[in-house]
């Protein structure tokens, strides 16, 4: 299985973006979901995460503006990014076949590439 993610771009402050992740290869869709972002100079960090229960988590600094959805029959996941500001400016990576142990995410083997989103003040 392999992942792309695409839809990055440059959007101003208070603006939105829908970034999208594309699964090719064998699979008839995800296993857990997540989208981890990578600032410069910064550790990459989770931002959203989803098991198939239907279970979400949030990091504190998008919650209640990122919405992390997917559609297996399309075999893409999406991160709806709402009310953006530029220290939302990060490499954005999916993930696939993560899953929760407790209160914690584990990530699967695959990720993404990455897709830039860059916020302006």
């Known amino acids: 299985v392999q992942l792309q993610a695409y839809g990055g771009g440059l959007v101003q402050a208070g603006g939105s973006l829908r970034i999208s992740c594309a699964a090719s290869?064998?699979?008839?869709?995800?296993?857990?979901m997540a989208w981890y972002r990578q600032a410069p100079g910064q550790q990459r960090e989770s931002v959203a995460t989803?098991?198939?229960?239907?279970?979400?988590e949030y990091s504190g600094s998008v919650k209640g503006r990122f919405t992390i959805s997917g559609d297996n029959a399309k075999k893409t996941m999406y991160l709806q990014m709402n009310s953006l500001k530029p220290e939302d400016t990060a490499v954005y990576y999916c993930?696939?076949?993560?899953?929760?142990?407790?209160?914690?995410?584990?990530?699967?083997?695959?990720w993404g590439q990455g897709t830039l989103v860059t916020v302006s003040s």
């Open positions: 989803a098991s198939n229960d239907g279970r979400t």
């Open positions: 290869g064998s699979t008839t869709g995800f296993n857990g």
């Open positions: 993930n696939s076949g993560g899953y929760y142990i407790g209160q914690y995410y584990f990530p699967g083997p695959v």
